[in-house]
């Protein structure tokens, strides 16, 4: 007999009011948004854009993939699951999500790609997308969050957003059953690392609201201890959407108050939306804020930003598809919860909504390594130093090994390397039933004529006495080569210096350093001694055909940027770093790139604080990441 029993019109009814509050809290957030977080609140009392629909937003459209995952590959969905459809059907590409899908196109699969040089990955593109998991797993948080934590790692992987994620996907899970918000803080906090940021800023407003405090006063303790000029950092934008939970008077007021608190304004009024609508049902919402918007569903497929899939006309629909897979997930716990004609909650108490170890099991799963469940065994496959491969420098790989059988294995490792590499390698192992092992290789890398964007090993494993098992990849991608000037002091980005600026220094006479760098952001300040002054990096970029390329250098200070010799961009504005493919605003420039070989020089200005800079290149229409252009080598170093 299951412990809890959830009628079907409840659910209906919850599911339903989801999607109506997420719809209006992004609605109402929506024209309020901006790049840069403001530390003013702003005083929002109603919608200022209203349209069938409401306003398109990725907080549902990424969702609406998710659900079409789900009927196509059923409930054992993993992130490598999810990450096909991220480049089948996601096609729009700000900060996470564009990062994450070059890393999957270089050949890394999640989480790894969610990690590797994503300088986003504390930010609120998957916090916003939990409602599909609550909602296909009702009563059941730890499903949920286990589901977040698959799809947060695709972006977000070692970083806040898959917090973020978790929380509000048990959260809204419990919210099916339970009504009491601080009760479901409590079940959503119990899913995440109590020390981490976003549990922190969490823990502030729930504090501060028992001392007390206004809503206003709590939100300046937030920007005190977990300010971001970043309006999409997540910590704080938790944060945010816990004001609206905690001091909205109604539903209109909590849309209201977390949509004035700022930063990510349409992502913390749809989620406060969400939960509401959850909480309190479809019937219960209130009309003024419902029945402007209509039942119809807005998205971004006219102009391509989602592709390839089946949208639903209406959110009633919507409701209908997800009640279809919530349905199949059921019948795997109906001893727990099971659909019934009535509620009956009474069993509640009898629940492990709050179980740490449950959370910790999902949530401290490694970042920077790959899993492999094969027939006999477990493999883990974890990049200690990142997936980058330097030239003549090693690169290390841990191999984890846990057998799943009731026997011993006797298991042969080989390495196979790319064509230039240092050699193959191999190991044995012997694993006892049940047994777990680890092992090391180091990869020396090869001269830089043979380090390709990315670079594909292979670990193969004959486990003797058993079928063998297809070949596991272990990729690695090229890291990139700058030359760097030596240290101008005291220089200005004014200071003529070179030939191509009317200087009387040749750039070709300097006595140029080399670095490598394995991500976007240029490790700089250590050539400036500590001191303010002008350091120029120079770069080459081989592009496999004639193109328009994006090319920005997000930096806390000021640089110029030439490309092929001509001047490109110098710095309109000082503002915070944020890398992105779609650009800063102030730091990024579109330019022609020729096919091969292409030149790109920054003058690069710091002041009396360390500097932060980055280099990334997009093709500019849906600012995708290039994810096919060889940075890894200088011209002179082709094979």
């Not at 109506?20 to 403001?38: C, D, F, I, R, S």
């Not at 209109?252 to 108050?257: E, M, P, R, T, W």
């Not at 509620?343 to 790959?370: C, H, M, V, W």
Request: negative net charge; proline residues 7%.
């Amino acid at each position: 007999m299951p412990i809890l029993k959830l009628s079907q019109k409840t659910y209906l009814d919850k599911v339903l009011g989801c999607w109506y509050g997420k719809n209006a809290g992004g609605t109402l957030g929506g024209p309020w948004e901006k790049m840069w977080g403001m530390k003013e609140p702003f005083k929002v009392e109603g919608y200022l854009n209203i349209q069938e629909g409401g306003i398109p937003n990725d907080d549902l459209e990424i969702q609406l993939v998710w659900l079409q995952a789900l009927e196509e590959r059923g409930l054992d969905i993993t992130c490598r699951d999810l990450a096909e459809y991220w480049l089948d059907c996601i096609w729009y590409n700000p900060d996470e999500y564009g990062f994450h899908k070059t890393n999957l196109r270089l050949g890394l699969s999640p989480p790894v790609s969610g990690w590797f040089n994503n300088p986003a990955k504390d930010c609120m593109g998957s916090p916003i997308r939990s409602e599909i998991w609550a909602c296909i797993a009702p009563g059941l948080p730890h499903i949920a969050a286990a589901y977040a934590w698959h799809d947060a790692v695709c972006d977000h992987a070692g970083g806040e957003g898959v917090f973020g994620e978790m929380y509000n996907a048990a959260l809204e899970s419990a919210a099916f059953l339970i009504s009491d918000v601080n009760k479901l803080i409590e079940i959503g906090l119990s899913m995440i690392p109590p020390d981490c940021l976003t549990a922190k800023a969490i823990k502030t407003v729930c504090e501060a609201k028992a001392q007390g405090l206004s809503w206003l006063e709590t939100r300046e303790r937030l920007l005190e201890r977990f300010y971001s000029p970043n309006a999409q950092f997540a910590p704080l934008n938790l944060g945010f959407q816990t004001i609206g939970l905690l001091y909205g008077e109604d539903f209109g007021d909590a849309l209201c108050k977390a949509v004035s608190c700022g930063y990510d304004t349409d992502c913390n009024g749809a989620t406060v939306g969400a939960i509401l609508g959850i909480i309190y049902g479809a019937n219960a919402l209130p009309r003024e804020w419902i029945a402007p918007l209509g039942n119809t569903i807005s998205t971004n497929a006219s102009w391509g930003g989602i592709r390839n899939i089946r949208i639903p006309q209406t959110v009633e629909e919507l409701t209908e598809r997800v009640a279809e897979i919530c349905r199949k997930l059921l019948a795997r716990y109906e001893n727990i919860i099971s659909f019934s004609s009535e509620d009956d909650f009474s069993g509640i108490f009898e629940l492990d909504l709050i179980n740490p170890q449950k959370a910790r099991d999902i949530y401290t799963q490694s970042p920077n390594a790959n899993k492999f469940v094969l027939t006999p065994l477990e493999v883990i496959i974890e990049y200690p130093c990142g997936p980058v491969i330097y030239s003549e420098q090693p690169t290390p790989i841990i191999v984890h090994f846990r057998n799943l059988q009731k026997e011993p294995l006797s298991i042969e490792t080989r390495l196979d390397l790319p064509p230039g590499f240092d050699r193959l390698q191999y190991q044995e192992v012997e694993l006892p039933p049940n047994g777990e092992v680890e092992m090391q290789f180091s990869i020396i890398g090869p001269q830089p004529r043979y380090i390709g964007i990315s670079n594909y090993c292979w670990l193969r494993l004959l486990i003797k006495g058993r079928p063998i098992d297809p070949a596991l990849p272990v990729v690695f991608v090229g890291a990139r080569r700058f030359l760097v000037s030596p240290l101008f002091s005291g220089a200005t980005l004014e200071t003529p210096l070179l030939i191509r600026e009317g200087g009387d220094i040749d750039e070709e006479s300097l006595h140029w350093t080399i670095a490598s760098w394995p991500e976007y952001e240029l490790k700089i300040e250590p050539f400036f001694n500590n001191t303010p002054g002008v350091v120029f990096l120079k770069h080459w970029v081989k592009s496999p055909c004639d193109r328009m390329v994006r090319v920005g250098v997000p930096n806390s200070y000021r640089m110029k940027l030439w490309v092929n010799d001509i001047l490109a961009k110098e710095t309109e504005k000082i503002v915070p770093v944020r890398p992105s493919y779609w650009g800063d605003e102030s730091n990024n420039a579109d330019v022609q790139f020729r096919k091969g070989w292409n030149s790109v020089l920054i003058k690069l200005e710091r002041g009396n604080t360390p500097i932060h800079a980055y280099l990334t290149f997009a093709e500019p229409s849906l600012c995708a990441g290039l994810w096919d252009i060889i940075q890894t080598r200088f011209p002179w170093e082709e094979a």
